[in-house]
Structure formats: C-alpha cells, structure tokens
C-alpha cells in the first residue's frame, strides 16, 4: 500500500484516527476531512470542513482533488441520534441521512470518475450493527441500511473497472460515538449482554480490517457487509 493515497471523513477521531495513523504508519498518503483541526497532529493531510454542509463539502472535494490523486475512500464520518418510535423528530431523521449518505455519495462521487480512469480503486464506507435492529435508533439504522444499498449497488457499478467496494459494519467499539448512545448504567454488564466476546471492540481492530480491505491482497472481494463485533450479530449472549 506504499504511496496509495487515500482520503478519510471524519479522520480525526475513533475509528477514523486509528486508521489514519495506521495507513501513514505503513507508507500511504493519508488525506483527512474533519469538522475541528485545531492542534491536531495529524500523520497526513487534514483539511478542515463540516460535511454537514454540502456547499462547503464540495469546495473542500474539489481543492483536494485538484491537489490529490485519490486511490481509495474511506467514508467514515456519521451520526447517532437516539430516539424512540413516537419521538422521532423529521429534522434528526434528514441530519442523519445527510451526514451518513449524502455525505457518502457526494465525496465518493468526486474521486470515482479518476479511479475509472486508472481501472483501479478501492471505496469503503462505514456502516453498523444497528442495521440488525437497534433500540431507538431509527433514524441511524435507516440511514446505515442505505449505506449497504450504496455500497451493492456502486459494487455492480464500478467493478468492470477494478473498482471494488465493501462496508465494514462495528458493533459494540470503544468510541466517543458509540459511548454516548449507551443508556446510562453499568456499562460493563452492558457490553456483556450485547457481545459474546464480553468486552469492546478497539478503534485499532477496526482500523485493521480496513486496511486489509483497502490492500492489493483483498482485489477480489466487493459488495460485502463485513461485521467486527465480537459476535454481538449473533444474538444475545443469555
């Protein structure tokens, strides 16, 4: 993977920092989108930008893909907001498609046309076990559910071209994201209930499995739905 140059969404934090880190670590061109970059020493490129904001987004795309070659996205960044059927309010359920598949399409459709002209390419986008069902959250497992219709269906799309596309779906993972949608309580008999493993998953793990699927090693597979989470699809652990 040495000199592949690969852009990643939300590249500041969780799962997105540990795979920066990791891709820079094993010789990539690492380009980040973040919301806040203020005192961030980040092993690449970072680029500020709320991706909440289309209009901003597309400036940023455009100035990064004037400037890079981009081989691979990873299309990490997303939303969790917790609310039950009967209180789920329209405004959260449109910021949550927006941030998680708007903001998908819009920044994979600005390196596809590139990467079809190379005939290689590689796209990652960052779904979750909540597409199984999760308590009140409704309007990220709609949203994490288009991801895997995406990520099908740009699979057909793009593979004649060498181009291949796969979700990686965590589960339970130690991050800021997953922490705050935890119900309050003992989070440790938490976690045993939801993983057969018994503990969470690390950012680094998942961090790992891109990577795998970001390589050469991995030109074969495409339109797949990846789970990391420790057994929690499963079922329960009662």
């Known amino acids: 993977m040495k000199d592949t140059c690969v852009l990643i969404t939300g590249a500041t934090k969780g799962i997105g920092w540990a795979l920066s880190k ?3 670590d094993a010789g990539c061109h690492v380009v980040g989108i973040a919301r806040n970059t203020a005192e961030i020493d980040f092993p690449g490129y970072l680029y500020e930008c709320d991706l909440s904001d289309a209009g901003q987004t597309e400036d940023v795309l455009r100035t990064i893909r004037d400037k890079f070659p981009v081989d ?3 299309n990490n960044v997303g939303s969790n907001i917790s609310q ?3 209180s789920v309010e329209l405004t959260a359920l449109f910021e ?5 598949v708007r903001t998908a399409v819009q920044v994979t459709q600005a390196f596809v046309e590139s990467m079809k002209l190379r005939r290689s390419g590689r796209i990652i986008n960052l779904c979750s076990l909540a597409v199984r069902g999760a308590r009140d959250a409704t309007s990220y497992a709609a949203a994490k559910s288009a991801i895997i219709g995406c990520t099908r269906t740009w699979a057909l799309d793009l593979a004649e071209y060498g181009i291949t596309v796969n979700a990686v779906a965590p589960g339970a993972i130690d991050t800021e994201l997953f922490m705050n949608a935890m119900p309050l309580g003992d989070t440790s008999v ?3 209930n939801m993983v057969p493993m018994g503990r969470l998953g690390t950012a680094n793990e998942v961090a790992a499995l891109i990577a795998f699927l970001l390589s050469e090693e991995a030109g074969f ?3 797949q739905v990846i789970g990391i989470d420790g057994g929690g699809s499963l079922g329960s652990t009662s």
């Open 22 to 24: 990791r891709l820079s």
């Open 72 to 74: 691979a996205v990873v």
């Open 84 to 86: 039950p059927l009967g």
């Open 96 to 100: 949550t498609f927006d941030l998680n």
């Open 190 to 192: 938490q976690t045993a």
């Open 221 to 223: 597979i495409t339109g």
